[in-house]
Structure formats: C-alpha cells, structure tokens
C-alpha cells in the first residue's frame, strides 16, 4: 500500500525487500503451520456458539448474553458459516490471521526501520505467539491490533482519492472499537502519527512538525472522525431495530462496568497483579528493551526511526491497561509494536558488534575480534535450544492429530486445567448417542463446546454460567434463568466440576458446589424431576423422564 507521506527511512530498506518479505512469511507459516492441532478454548467456544446461533436469527444479548462487544460474535459467525463445527478451524483462523499480521507489521517495522529489523520482528512476533498456545488464538485482541494497524496503513495513504482511505480508516476503526471498546487507546496512532514528520527530533527539536498544513489535517482528521461515529451510530441503530437494544444496554453499560470495577476493587494489590502479568507475559527483558531502544536512538540519532514505533507500544500498552483484567490475550495489543522494537535494538546491537569487530581488526587485535563475533554468536544461539524443544513438540502435537482427532483433543498435553476436554469430549459422544437435536440440553457449566459440537441449544440466554453464578450478576438473572427452564425444560442438564475461575467469579465454587450451596431454587428443579445417566471427568449428566 503506497504512503502519500514520504517513507520515514527509504534509504534502510533493502533492495531485496520483497524476497525479505517472502521469506518472513514462510518462516511464519512453517512455525505456526502446528497451530491447526489447536482446540477450542472456552471463549471460543462461546463466540463459535453464538455466531452459529446468530447465522440462525438470533439476537446477541436478547436472545444470547455473553458480556463481551458485539465486534466478535460476528466475526465468529463467518467463521463458522466457512468452517462448520470443525474443531481445527480456530487453529486455521490464528495461522492465517498471523500471516495476515505479519505482512503488516514487516510493512509498518521496514517503513521506519528498515529491512533488517522488519524480519527481526516478524520472527519475534509469530514465536511469541506461538509460545501462547491455542487459549490466546483467535481473541478479539488479536483482531484489534490487526484492524488498528491496517487503520493506521489506510490513514497514511493518499492521492486524490485520500478521503476514501480517511472513510475506510474511520469504519475499521470503528469495527475495531466494537471488539474492545480499549482500542480508543489508538487513536493518535491513525489520526495524528501518519501525519507527523519525527525528522526534527534528531535536529535538537522536542516536537515533530506536521507533514501537510493544519487546516488540511483537521479535515482529514473530520473525515475520519465521521466515518469512526458511523460505524459506531451503525451497530447502536441495528440493536435497536432488532428490538435488543434495552439487553445490550443492560449487559454493555451496566453490568461491564460494574464487572470492571469489582476486578480492580477486589484485588488486595491491583498493582502488584498488574506488575506480576506484565513480567510473565511481557518479561522484563521485553520493557527493558524498550526503553534502550530509545535511549540508543537518541544516542545514535535514530529518533524519527524508533519514537514512532514506540508510542504505538506504549499505546498498546495504555489499551492493556484499561483493561480491569490482565489474561494472557490482553498482551495482544502490544506484542506487534514491541517485536518491532526488539527488531530496531536486534539491528542496532549488530551495528555496535560490527563497529566493535572493526575497531579490533583496524588495531591487529585478531583474537579480539573473533571473539567478539563469539559473543554475538552466542547471543543468537541463546534462544535457540527452546525454540528447537518447543518446535519438535509442535511436530509431535501434528503427527498425533492426524492420527486420531479425537483421542487427541481428549487428551490434549497442553490443556488449560479447567478445559476437561477429556470430559466433555465423551458428553458429546454421549449426547450425539442418546438425544436428538431437538431435545433441549442445559449445561450448569462454563463450556459452550458441547452445545457448538453436539448442535444442542439451551432452552435461555445464558450460554455460559458465569454471568448467573459471580458476584457482578444481577439479581434478576438467576430468576429469569428459572422462569426459562420452567417454561421449555430440557431433556438434559450437564453440571460441570472444576471449572471455578475465580477472576472473573470473585469466588472459589466451582460450579457444582455453587449449585449446593448458592443456588436452591435450580438445586430443587435438578433433584426433583431428573436423574443422573452419567458421570464422566468433571461432569455429570441428568436426565429428565
């Protein structure tokens, strides 16, 4: 996509860009090609189901509450129209959506970094996401960061027609509003970034200039600005025409925010939680190195290349932070912008061994010269044993799931410890051999998997316990549950152990001890008219003759 804007740098872009590009984009594919063994996790799941029962008419809140934005429920519904109810299409979906990603960022990283270090980031990107497994694939973070980045591409174009890129910048930014509502933290990176020149700050100046003249930005900026409040307006007008707006309301404006504050006010040391995930999924190497980036640019006079990359990290960051809660996935948002920054130092500590190398050569210091390079040697190797371990476990994963995908999902080795995917594996089995499509089936579970890959529908909303057994639920939701199961009661009722989440619940029940315990009037309606058929890993089936 060619810049109205002058490239930052074109003087550090390789000649061979393109096969640089290649290259980096098989790598990529070649390292997250394991990733189709992936299963579906638990949020997946959910967005699979109700895109699945969206394609059917229904309506999102009003007839399916989940308390995400709405962005995600239909990007899952083409999903599932392209793929069906195959296990592997998330997995399918994160490979095509790390090429996707990659092809930008080594487009964003070589426009103020150069070559060089547009590979170094591609190659940290897609490893770091790989590391992160299947329980990050797929996330609504993950389709943020790619729709503000494509945003930021389309804002920086030009020609005559450049206020179609400002319209096209302005929707999918909106669309990525709708999937978090934190991609607002990414703003300046498409309405101011594209148009300022960093130049200056390597000239002693503590500002950028604008590239073009005020008046000229403001109108672009006014374009833009429209088409973000249409895409807003747009989703706003369909809830209310489909008669779900009062639900979404309810869930969006009410229930999330009080959700997000009992995150943050119920946590001992907020803080030291934020420090603590931040270092795991960040690693202080990764902060560290973001900030030498900028002092080394400042030393070497490199500013106008790194200050731009850096304060779209540390836009990332401020989207991460607006977030009550920190899960692995949440770190989406600012992994392609520090990667870059990993790319830029990768390149700048090269530039220093071989200025180092030369200066020993230049003085006859021969030995100190290869040992130098020894050093450099070894600083590329250090990653390279648990890339080569992690790798050769990726192949293992591959060749058992072509073997059988089932077994395999049954006992994936790197199941999260509330997935029971052994379980809830056998109730499928057990529900395609003992019901039919048309018998209702409940689950007292946080496991929509089974619903999405039996075809079996809940006779209410709640797709998911989670919004009727955490402290944030409203008191009218466990009733409304009840007048449900009273007026359509399903032929089965699944009551899942050991799926307590305590992060989102601010409670340590798993979900059968919170029916014993907390909840008497279902407790009554599952003791009163069912039995129980089956009992498989952390899940019991009831019947109703």
Not at 169 to 181: H, I, R
Not at 195 to 202: A, E, H, R, T, V
Not at 529 to 542: E, G, L, N, R
Request: glycine letters at 6%; proline letters at 6%.
């Amino acid at each position: 996509m060619k810049s109205g804007l002058p490239d930052s740098h074109p003087s550090i872009v390789s000649s061979h860009s393109r096969q640089w590009l290649g290259l980096s984009l098989l790598f990529v594919l070649l390292r997250t090609f394991p990733s189709i063994t992936y299963p579906i996790a638990r949020d997946q799941a959910t967005f699979c189901f109700i895109g699945q029962r969206l394609l059917e008419g229904k309506r999102l809140y009003l007839d399916l509450w989940d308390n995400k934005p709405p962005g995600i429920f239909y990007i899952y519904a083409l999903i599932v129209k392209v793929f069906g109810t195959a296990m592997w299409s998330v997995g399918v979906v994160d490979i095509v959506w790390l090429l996707v990603i990659s092809f930008f960022i080594f487009e964003l990283t070589e426009r103020f970094l150069g070559t060089a270090a547009a590979v170094i980031a591609v190659t940290f990107h897609a490893t770091w996401r790989v590391w992160m497994g299947y329980w990050d694939a797929a996330q609504p973070e993950n389709f943020l960061v790619l729709f503000v980045i494509v945003a930021y591409f389309l804002s920086s174009s030009g020609g005559r027609t450049r206020w179609i890129y400002d319209v096209l910048s302005g929707l999918l930014f909106g669309a990525a509003f709708w999937l978090k509502y934190n991609a607002l933290a990414f703003v300046p990176l498409v309405v101011l970034v594209p148009y300022l020149d960093f130049g200056p700050l390597d000239e002693g100046s503590p500002l950028p200039r604008l590239r073009l003249p005020g008046r000229e930005w403001v109108i672009h900026v006014g374009v833009w600005a429209a088409a973000f409040a249409v895409a807003v307006a747009a989703v706003l007008t369909y809830f209310w025409w489909v008669d779900a707006w009062p639900a979404m309301e309810e869930v969006q404006f009410k229930v999330l925010p009080r959700y997000n504050a009992m995150a943050i006010g119920r946590s001992q040391d907020y803080w030291a939680l934020v420090t603590s995930h931040a270092n795991r999924y960040l690693g202080p190497s990764t902060c560290i190195a973001a900030l030498a980036a900028i002092i080394v640019a400042r030393r070497t006079k490199t500013l106008a290349q790194a200050v731009p990359v850096f304060l779209a990290a540390l836009m990332g960051t401020v989207s991460l932070a607006m977030q009550a809660r920190l899960p692995s996935y949440a770190f989406e948002t600012c992994y392609p912008f520090f990667a870059m920054l990993w790319g830029y130092l990768g390149v700048k500590v090269f530039e220093g061994i071989r200025f180092i190398a030369r200066w020993c050569s230049g003085r006859g210091w021969r030995i100190a010269t290869v040992l130098v390079w020894l050093v450099f040697a070894n600083l590329i190797y250090l990653p390279l044993p648990n890339e080569a371990v992690q790798l050769k476990l990726c192949v293992n994963d591959l060749r058992e799931w072509r073997k059988d995908r089932n077994a395999f999902y049954a006992n994936y080795p790197w199941a999260h410890p509330i997935s029971h995917y052994g379980g809830q594996m056998q109730v499928i089995q057990y529900l395609g051999e003992h019901s039919t499509p048309q018998e209702g089936v409940f689950i007292w579970g946080s496991e929509p998997l089974i619903y999405f890959l039996s075809k079996r529908n809940p006779p209410t909303r709640f797709v998911s316990n989670l919004g009727l057994m955490s402290l944030w639920t409203p008191p009218t939701w466990r009733p409304e549950l009840m007048r449900d199961l009273d007026a359509s009661p399903p032929r089965y009722i699944i009551v899942e152990r050991g799926d307590q989440v305590p992060m989102i619940s601010f409670h340590f029940l798993d979900s059968e001890e919170y029916l014993q315990q907390r909840f008497p009037s279902l407790l009554r309606f599952v003791t009163s008219h069912y039995q129980k058929v089956a009992d498989f890993q952390a899940f019991a089936i009831y019947r109703h003759d």
